[in-house]
């Protein structure tokens, strides 16, 4: 193939063969930011140029770590302090613990006086976690294995349902107190207060009141001494916000009516007024589940709700966690992080700050319409709890319908859901109708 000679061609455009690409923007390029990754600590663009919901989120602090674990429990055993055996059970109906071999009794660490949990609420800022909420990672493992120090053989608890278990050796018994990030050990546990007979007693009260309309199935079957006393996780959380509410409220300036007989109506005149508040608030201790399971509240399925009823619990007497106080007890895994509970805090936290301004707006005998609302969270605290609670269940024949009975393991309070046979709800609304009509009728004839 021959080579001519003459003039060079001109370059051809850029993405043809052999072209030449135009300058690079300033900015991108090798050695630029883009290429470079930024020092540590620093942020490659400036805050000042964002968005304000993104600009507070990156100038936000990150979350700060309470370390709540317990060196001295960390090989899975809890020592005696007088006699060093580590067969130890709660004593029932108090908060102490107490050794099977010496009898010896002591009272656990409050977790609030320990960490300091109870303290700075008016100067909470960006998000505090402690060391039992952690995220939960999905490779953590259910199994973990100790090695006992009394004979030296390996014992395994699987945390998917037990929380402590004895070596099969020299009977020594051991506690998952270690915090793992598989969501089975949180941060403290509230004991339980009431007692099995009691609870018993509580729910078999519970149904007797409701027993006429009761399910045949249901009380056929119904055995309360099959109790189950479960610690439910939830997350205690503590909170310092600002809330701004707008809208209209209406107030009564004339009432009449028009029309006669069956066509009469009712009408209002009322003055309407816009309506602004604005409210700085702090929560202390406020619960939320941590169960996925138990927060799906399908009233077709379940009654999950239940258990929300019995609420408040006294969680400032809660205790440093010891897996020895769930000897006897099942509990419930925790698996939600803060992260996607903070949906349902920032919710309660603005049912909260209405209710804060309820008293500033009584004069609006009509009521009032909030129609816009802005919540602004400076600051949470997460710590992960343990809760006491007796459960009773009953899956109803037919519709799979799972009815609970749940008992507040600390105060006693009792609610729950009870199968009914409908007809008889229908026929006493109908005679109590006919009754109260019949009364009416009869008041009328003596006025004539």
Request: net charge negative; with cysteine.
């Amino acid at each position: 193939m021959s080579n001519k000679t003459g003039s060079t061609p001109p370059p051809l455009p850029f993405g043809g063969t052999g072209g030449t690409p135009p300058p690079l923007p300033p900015g991108i390029g090798p050695g630029s930011p883009q290429d470079v990754p930024p020092e540590p600590g620093t942020f490659p663009v400036d805050p000042a140029t964002l968005p304000k919901a993104i600009r507070d989120e990156v100038l936000a602090p990150d979350p700060v770590a309470i370390d709540t674990a317990s060196e001295e429990l960390k090989d899975g055993q809890n020592h005696c302090p007088k006699c060093g055996a580590t067969d130890i059970r709660q004593r029932p109906g108090t908060d102490l613990l107490i050794c099977l071999y010496c009898r010896n009794e002591w009272h656990g660490e409050g977790v609030e006086e320990a960490f300091g949990l109870g303290e700075g609420l008016d100067t909470l800022s960006g998000t505090i976690v402690a060391s039992g909420a952690q995220a939960i990672a999905a490779d953590a493992s259910h199994l973990m294995s100790f090695k006992c120090t009394g004979c030296g053989a390996e014992v395994t608890v699987n945390t998917e349902s037990n929380m402590t278990a004895r070596c099969h050796w020299c009977r020594h018994v051991f506690g998952v107190n270690e915090q793992v990030a598989n969501g089975a050990v949180p941060d403290a546990v509230l004991p339980f207060r009431i007692k099995k007979d009691d609870a018993v007693a509580r729910i078999r009260q519970f149904v007797g009141k409701r027993r006429m309309f009761a399910l045949k199935e249901f009380k056929e079957q119904f055995t309360p001494e099959n109790v189950v006393g479960v610690y439910m996780p939830y997350m205690i959380v503590d909170g310092r916000a600002s809330a701004e509410v707008s809208g209209h409220g209406e107030i009564k300036t004339r009432e009449y009516t028009r029309g006669t007989g069956n066509n009469k109506k009712t009408y209002y005149d009322a003055d309407v007024y816009a309506v602004r508040r604005a409210v700085d608030f702090t929560v202390d201790d406020l619960p939320l589940e941590s169960s996925r399971e138990r927060s799906k509240l399908d009233t077709k399925v379940n009654t999950n709700n239940i258990i929300n009823t019995i609420l408040p619990f006294d969680t400032k007497n809660a205790v440093k966690w010891n897996a020895s106080y769930l000897s006897g007890f099942s509990s419930e895994k925790r698996d939600t992080d803060v992260e996607a509970l903070r949906p349902r805090l920032e919710d309660q936290l603005l049912s909260i700050a209405r209710h804060q301004v309820e008293p500033s707006v009584s004069r609006y005998d009509r009521g009032v319409r909030w129609e816009e609302e802005s919540l602004d969270v400076h600051g949470t605290r997460w710590v992960a709890m343990y809760l006491p609670v007796w459960l009773y269940s009953y899956q109803q024949p037919g519709s799979g319908m799972l009815h609970y009975i749940a008992v507040n393991g600390r105060t006693g309070e009792t609610m729950g859901s009870v199968p009914v046979q409908h007809w008889k709800l229908l026929l006493a609304a109908l005679t109590t109708g006919t009754f109260i009509e019949a009364i009416v009728i009869a008041l009328l004839l003596g006025s004539n």
